[in-house]
């Protein structure tokens, strides 16, 4: 996954698995987006454990020596693999101890046919939108001083839905029930118990359509309201996904 869009603050409030504590800061503000690309490196709030806070997509691990190394990987970690998360230098400490949630009215995805990339908006059926799984770490360059707060989305494989929508690599963003979200903020879960949470979605709770192939062209702005309408392909009439 490499776009996504955010919920409204109101409907991010009302999805909160964690009850909100006293001396828990505040959320900060952010605009309304509508499409966000990761490559662009956005600064987007993600819902840890204890608070809430704006990190920039493109995860820095803390073992990174300086800036200009930092720059290179953030563009290789917009996305962490759940078969491998726990391997790979990047990603293995994070997966333990720095777990951490976005919260997205739906994200896009584009299905390959004849070579031409049809791009899809998906959403849920019965929720104000979904909460995906990620990892997040503190960077500081030890030169500067600079400092850098960074996350990665998980990505798992694809379930029925999302085999035909992403139809090359058959990956989708790990998505957490309600349930579960409690549970993956813990941060004394076991490596079994983390493994056990990273699953396919429920493709039941889940609905897509197509849209304009705007969404696919990362040389104009993608950031509008109307990005996410139905527009309608005669050639992809043949494909049931509800």
């Known amino acids: 996954m490499k776009d996504g869009v955010l919920m409204t603050v109101e409907e991010y409030y009302n999805s909160l698995p964690v009850k909100k504590k006293k001396d828990v800061p505040p959320m900060p503000e952010f605009p309304d987006l509508y499409l966000v690309s990761g490559f662009n490196y956005p600064k987007l709030p993600i819902l840890k454990n204890d608070a ?14 300086n800036n200009e190394e930092a720059n290179v990987i953030r563009g290789k970690t917009l996305n962490a693999r759940n078969d491998t998360i726990f391997e790979k230098r990047s990603y293995r400490l994070n997966i333990l101890s720095h777990r951490s949630l976005l919260p997205v009215s739906g994200f896009y995805e584009s299905r390959d046919l004849n070579n031409v990339k049809y791009p899809y908006y998906i959403e849920p059926k019965n929720a104000p939108g979904f909460m995906l799984g990620t990892i997040h770490d503190h960077w500081a360059d030890k030169t500067t001083g600079e400092t850098r707060d960074t996350f990665s989305i998980i990505t798992t494989e694809a379930n029925p839905l999302m085999e035909m929508i992403h139809n090359m690599k058959k990956r989708m963003p790990l998505i957490l029930s309600f349930e579960d979200c409690q549970k993956w903020l813990d941060p004394n879960l076991s490596t079994e118990q983390i493994k056990s949470l ?32 139905p527009v309608f392909y005669p050639e992809l009439e043949q494909l049931s996904l509800f």
């Open 52 to 65: 809430i806070e704006m990190y920039k997509w493109g995860l820095i691990h803390a073992g990174v020596k």
């Open 198 to 229: 990273m699953k396919p979605y429920d493709d039941k709770q889940m609905k897509a359509h197509p849209i304009s192939k705007t969404a696919n062209n990362p040389h104009i702005d993608r950031n509008y309201k109307e990005i996410t309408e």
